[in-house]
């Protein structure tokens, strides 16, 4: 007997950002970034592996066109630094690249897909910890979906997107992915009482 | 479940590809101003060194330490095994201390085998080079530098690639252990020495052999030259120690004789003058210090690859 009432039905799976959607999110966090920072002096764009990687590109690119020149961008491996390294299998390590500048007095923006717990970027702040000294760290994230475990929050988001917990958010990029989209599977009670 | 690396057999291609890449990654923590990573805190490594070594253990340390792992280091003079202990006395002292990983040296062949299915530790244990059966860090550490230059550090990078593996190989831990692993990974290996230096039951070795060292030279990617092991002989291996140079030594003019890319690799260390000569040693082609470099990326990999989660992600099981 099923111990969940639609544990055996198909999964549902909903689009709640498209390409479109997505593009947008973006230029409006590049937009934000620049007007926080009161221009682009000094930032470093550190996205982490996997899908932050693509998303720090595209927002440097926007940055880039909006100011005229290019701002370092690369990527901050957490695997080492998770709190769950333990409880799992070793796991593959995925690239770091610390732009040739340094982050030390820099202003830094951990970009990331999805926020969910928070245990990612608290360790993405160990790890930075390790590589320099930055003025500031900042978070931008392109869906933040609640649920945090730990006191962090973000400073620029694509989307609010409240979720359950049963539900997963999946995020496929151009570059990693064949497509641009952000989706919610699950057996979400709003899609049962629909 | 617990896992040891003790053969390069025990690698599979995903296994040693897998080693590759983390190692890689290792690496770039040599740039950092911080040359520490949090992974194994709280983790002991034991070194048991029942055999000189400068290069192995002041690896495997570096690479324990820079993982965060505390590092026990073991060496027989100046321990209880000077004194008549027993290998297996010894790993119950290492068992009782809470040992997670032992690196174990020794000069019979085997001996890291023993101490990882006897039952006597529950730690890993990783064989870094047992009397004149494998060294199979060693041989990941060569096989990383070949790829770092003839692979482009790409998965598959190292399919087809020449490799000569030239000397003493009856005596050599390191040339086994090479040959097992670059068949893994695609590469052609051919084992250079005179017939007396090649191991009886060389045929079932998945490699080619040659007593011809000029006619393999133009055709290999890379070269790697191996110490004459003096310490292990007894007996007239060759008539004297200027025909096996004569023979069997990389000079100047044999390295003439490689193609532009193809590089000169010694595990050390080095006899200068005996099976390569110091113009080579010291040429633009010789990565010779690039390999010890590379020794601390791999072993760290392996470390974090055994110890670093719940269950190891590569290596043989018990």
Not at chain 1, 3 to 20: C, F, Q, T
Not at chain 1, 84 to 90: E, M, Q, S
Not at chain 2, 66 to 91: H, M, P, Q, W, Y
């Amino acid at each position: 007997m099923p111990a969940h009432p639609y544990e055996e039905s198909v999964p549902l799976s909903r689009v709640v950002l498209d390409a479109g959607d997505i593009t947008r999110a973006l230029t409006r966090i590049s937009h934000e970034i620049l007007e926080r920072n009161k221009g682009a002096d000094d930032l470093v764009l550190l996205g982490i592996p996997s899908r932050g990687v693509p998303l720090a590109r595209r927002i440097a690119e926007r940055i880039a066109s909006v100011e005229g020149h290019d701002v370092p961008v690369g990527s901050l491996d957490i695997t080492m630094y998770r709190d769950d390294l333990r409880l799992k299998p070793a796991r593959a390590l995925l690239p770091t690249e610390i732009p040739p500048g340094g982050i030390d007095g820099k202003v830094v923006v951990l970009v990331d897909d999805v926020l969910f717990s928070g245990r990612t970027i608290r360790a993405a702040l160990d790890a930075l910890g390790d590589i320099g000294r930055p003025t500031a760290v900042r978070l931008a994230v392109l869906v933040d979906r609640g649920h945090r475990e730990l006191p962090i929050r973000a400073d620029f988001v694509g989307k609010n997107l409240p979720t359950s917990l049963v539900e997963r958010v999946k995020v496929r990029l151009l570059g990693v992915d064949d497509v641009d989209a952000v989706t919610i599977e699950g057996f979400g009670p709003q899609e049962g009482a629909r | 479940m617990k896992r040891h690396l003790l053969s390069a057999a025990d690698l599979s291609r995903d296994d040693a590809e897998l080693v590759l890449a983390t190692a890689d990654e290792m690496r770039s923590l040599a740039d950092r101003p911080i040359k520490k990573l949090p992974a194994l805190r709280g983790r002991t490594v034991v070194n048991l060194f029942f055999e000189d070594s400068t290069r192995t253990r002041i690896s495997f340390e570096a690479a324990a330490k820079r993982l965060s792992a505390d590092v026990i280091n073991f060496s027989a003079k100046g321990s209880s095994l000077s004194k008549g202990e027993s290998l297996k006395d010894t790993a119950l002292t290492l068992e009782a201390m809470g040992a997670d990983a032992v690196v174990v040296r020794h000069g019979a062949s085997g001996a890291p085998h023993l101490l990882a299915h006897s039952g006597w530790v529950r730690s890993s244990v990783v064989n870094a080079g047992d009397g004149t059966h494998e060294h199979p860090t060693q041989a990941l550490l060569d096989a990383f530098t070949m790829w770092k230059h003839l692979g482009e550090s790409k998965p598959g990078g190292l399919e087809g690639r020449r490799i000569a593996i030239v000397g003493d190989v009856l005596h050599s831990r390191v040339a086994r252990s090479n040959a097992l692993l670059l068949r893994t990974l695609g590469a052609e290996v051919t084992l250079v020495a005179p017939p007396t230096l090649l191991p009886v039951g060389i045929e079932g070795w998945p490699v080619e052999t040659s007593y011809d060292l000029d006619g393999v030279l133009p055709k290999a990617d890379a070269v790697m030259m191996l110490r004459v092991q003096r310490e292990r002989m007894h007996g007239g291996f060759f008539p004297t120690a200027r025909e096996y140079s004569r023979r069997y030594g990389l000079d100047g003019k044999r390295m003439a004789m490689l193609q532009d890319h193809t590089i000169v690799m010694h595990p050390g260390p080095m006899v200068r003058g005996m099976e390569i000569t110091a113009d080579v040693a010291d040429s633009d082609r010789s990565v010779i210090v690039e390999q010890v470099t590379n020794g601390v990326a791999v072993r760290m990999a392996v470390l974090y690859l055994l110890l670093g989660g719940s269950e190891p992600a590569v290596g043989g099981e018990e």
